[in-house]
Nanobody
Framework: QVTLVESGGGSVQAGGSLTLSCAAS????VAWFRQAAGKEREGVAR???????RYADSVKGRFTISKDIDKNIVYLQMSSLKPEDTAMYYC???????????????????WGQGTQVTVSS
C-alpha cells in the first residue's frame, strides 16, 4: 500500500523559496506534478529508486528533488520562485520502476491530496 501526504505549501513573493515534502510510504518512484487554474497537470520533477532525477525545463536550475530514504520523505526545494509557479502541487508515485515518459500523470497510480503554492509578484 502506498500513501502520500504533502506539506509545505504556502504563499511567497517572487524570488523566494519554499520546500515541499511528500511522506511517501511504500513508494519507489515519486514525482511532483502541479496544476494551475485552468491548465493541465504538468510534471515538475521525478526521483527514482536509484535517485536518478528528471526535471521539467521550466524548473531546471531552480528546483531540486531529493529524498530521505530513512524517513520515506521526498522533498521539492523550490527557489527563485516566479508567479507562473503558482499552482496546486501534487505528489505522485508508483511502487515499482519508473515508467516513461516520467511527466505523464497516467504513469502514477497513487496521488496525494495536493498543497497550494502561491507566488506573488
Amino acid at each position: 500500500q502506498v500513501t502520500l501526504v504533502e506539506s509545505g505549501g504556502g504563499s511567497v513573493q517572487a524570488g523566494g523559496s519554499l520546500t515541499l515534502s511528500c511522506a511517501a510510504s511504500g513508494a519507489s518512484c515519486v514525482a511532483w506534478f502541479r496544476q494551475a487554474a485552468g491548465k493541465e497537470r504538468e510534471g515538475v520533477a521525478r526521483i527514482g529508486s536509484t535517485s536518478v532525477t528528471r526535471y521539467a525545463d521550466s524548473v531546471k536550475g531552480r528546483f531540486t528533488i531529493s529524498k530521505d530514504i530513512d524517513k520515506n520523505i521526498v522533498y521539492l526545494q523550490m527557489s527563485s520562485l516566479k508567479p507562473e509557479d503558482t499552482a496546486m502541487y501534487y505528489c505522485a508515485a508508483d511502487r515499482g520502476v519508473c515508467w516513461t515518459p516520467w511527466f505523464d500523470p497516467t504513469k502514477y497510480p497513487y496521488w496525494g491530496q495536493g498543497t497550494q503554492v502561491t507566488v506573488s509578484s
